[in-house]
């Protein structure tokens, strides 16, 4: 993002300033960048603009609150100036990017202001509340819920051992819910009912319950600042930092009981509310009673960052990382996020390797480039870092952890086909009717359907995670292709788990597919077929399951047809 640039001496800590433009407020921070990766607080601005006002009903930015918004926004970026700062960075959420005038109002902050904002997505905006929780607290470990309540919306990220699994982005803001199911004055049994019952049926509409229960919720956003500041000035505990403190759900549930029955007026007299929040208070903590009670929470941890901190978080790193920024080592940087999700890495590697050869193999008479052999490589190693979530539906997750990993030294669209290619190595084949799949290019998406099919191919060679097979061996011919599988003895699970996953490379390849092994000695080969050394004894033991060394050709056989019913061996 382009934006106006101030001299800074390159000796100091660089100053930075970044503004947050949202549906209640406009927020701006200037600090200076410390080398350990944070900041130090240089000055605070907000402005309560409520740009989002009305939006629900009109679409449209409320017109008294842009020409209030500009003027703040000029203000603000003076303030910048004067402590001149080596970057400006502004964003814009919900209401800028819902609305239909929001590219208007951004080309009069250019034009008037000298200021680019960046509108930024609800996945974005989650991200960047993440990246502050990340920085701020400990979550080595542990499987948590962060939730940023905004004027016009609420994103809430559900994250393992501080990798991302879902973000889901919902229409609850604390200015919407108000206009919608009031909140701005007091509520009567009935319209309290309405409003918890609006806020639940649009949070079941917009998530989906995880399969792990979050041990803490992490809240960011003014709505959470606010309820931590009214319970402990009622605690007489005003003087203790608001970040990390904690609040039960009883205690949010009573609050919200108590001040929604208050007028306006009695509200403004409750102590730690801010005067801008009284008529958003209600809704903004019926928000938070809902979410808690959706995902089985009984404590909230207040952050008190927000998406600027995180903004500014990132920008503190780019302004030091910037210059003479190593090379990221992609191969290393994915085998640490796999040994965090606690992957099985043998297996992985080997499928890794064999899905490698494959596409050389095929390369030549498919298309297949560099690239694709790549991104094989590495979804294969990261095809089952979902077991960090859950066994069951392991792929999903996984297809969601990569989506968000944001590894060093990959581009968006990068890890956007690697998830695919992973999501797709068991279990459904792509549809239309995904939504990460339909939203591809239709190039993309027959990709993805070659690699995973390769893939699925590649992992089926080590169905037995016994690492049995040493390579594979591809044979063209006109109308099918013969792989066969290199082994000192015969990998009879690993050709069952191919040829079970044969079904997909064959409709996506259009070619029929032949499985077959090849002993890698001439001894493994007298094994099978004592034929082939006069009838000589071999001493190299028989095939596991095999009383005595059959033909060839019947344990090739049996091996590709056989199922057998041992339980573990389901995929």
């Avoid at 660089?14 to 600090?31: E, F, H, K, M, Y």
């Avoid at 960048?33 to 740009?51: F, N, Q, S, V």
């Amino acid at each position: 993002m382009e934006n106006k640039q101030y001299y800074l001496s390159p000796d100091l800590n660089p100053r930075l300033a970044a503004i947050d433009i949202g549906t209640n407020s406009i927020r701006l921070i200037v600090a200076e960048g410390l080398r350990d990766g944070k900041y130090r607080i240089l000055d605070d601005e907000k402005d309560a603009t409520r740009l989002g006002k009305n939006l629900s009903s009109t679409g449209r930015l409320d017109p008294g609150a842009v020409e209030a918004s500009i003027q703040a926004l000029r203000r603000m970026t003076q303030i910048a100036a004067g402590y001149q700062v080596r970057e400006v960075r502004a964003i814009a959420t919900c209401a800028v990017r819902e609305a239909v005038d929001g590219p208007e109002f951004c080309r009069r902050a250019l034009e008037e202001v000298g200021l680019t904002i960046d509108v930024v997505s609800a996945g974005e905006e989650a991200r960047l509340a993440f990246y502050g929780v990340l920085r701020a607290f400990d979550l080595e470990g542990k499987n948590v819920c962060v939730v940023d309540i905004g004027g016009g919306s609420t994103e809430i990220v559900l994250a393992s051992n501080k990798l991302i699994e879902a973000v889901y982005t919902t229409p609850l803001g604390t200015v919407r819910m108000s206009e919608l199911y009031g909140g701005g004055q007091t509520l009567t049994d009935e319209d309290s009912v309405k409003q918890m019952e609006g806020i639940d049926r649009l949070l079941r509409k917009h998530t989906r319950k995880p399969l792990f229960v979050p041990s803490m919720l992490i809240g960011s956003g003014g709505t959470f600042t606010s309820l931590a500041a009214i319970v402990m000035a009622s605690k007489g505990q005003s003087d203790l930092p608001v970040r990390g403190y904690q609040v039960t759900r009883a205690e949010v549930h009573h609050l919200w009981d108590r001040l929604r029955k208050l007028t306006p007026k009695a509200r403004r007299a409750v102590p730690g509310l801010s005067p801008d929040r009284v008529d958003i208070i209600v809704a903004g903590l019926a928000i938070i009673d809902a979410v808690m009670r959706r995902f089985q929470i009984n404590v909230v941890h207040v952050h008190a960052g927000g998406v600027r901190d995180g903004l500014l978080l990132t920008m503190v790193d780019d302004s030091l990382g910037g210059v003479g920024r190593t090379t990221h080592d992609r191969g290393a940087e994915i085998r640490r996020f796999a040994a965090r999700c606690g992957v099985d890495q043998p297996h992985c590697e080997q499928v890794a390797r064999l899905a490698v050869s494959l596409c050389e193999q095929l390369a030549e008479r498919f298309g297949l480039t560099p690239e694709d052999q790549a991104i094989v490589e590495a979804a294969a190693q990261l095809q089952d870092v979902g077991y960090l979530i859950n066994y069951d539906r392991h792929h999903k997750h996984s297809y969601h952890l990569i989506l968000n990993s944001r590894l060093p030294g990959f581009q968006p669209h990068e890890l956007e086909l690697i998830a695919n290619v992973v999501r797709y190595h068991r279990g459904s084949t792509p549809k239309k009717k995904h939504d990460n799949f339909r939203h591809l290019a239709r190039k993309d998406q027959q990709r993805v359907r070659q690699r995973a099919a390769i893939l699925r191919l590649a992992g089926g060679f080590d169905r037995s995670h016994s690492q049995q097979v040493q390579g594979v061996e591809v044979r063209h011919k006109a109308r099918e292709i013969e792989m066969r599988l290199v082994a000192d003895q015969l990998p009879d699970v690993d050709l069952w788990g191919a040829h079970r996953r044969s079904e997909f490379f064959e409709e996506v390849f259009r070619t029929k597919l032949k499985l077959d092994w090849r002993p890698t000695s001439e001894a493994a080969e007298a094994a099978v077929n004592p034929a082939a050394t006069n009838g000589a004894v071999s001493d190299i033991a028989p095939a596991p399951g095999v009383d005595k060394p059959p033909s060839a050709e019947s344990n090739r056989r049996t091996a590709v047809d056989a199922k057998p019913a041992a339980a573990e061996l389901q995929p």
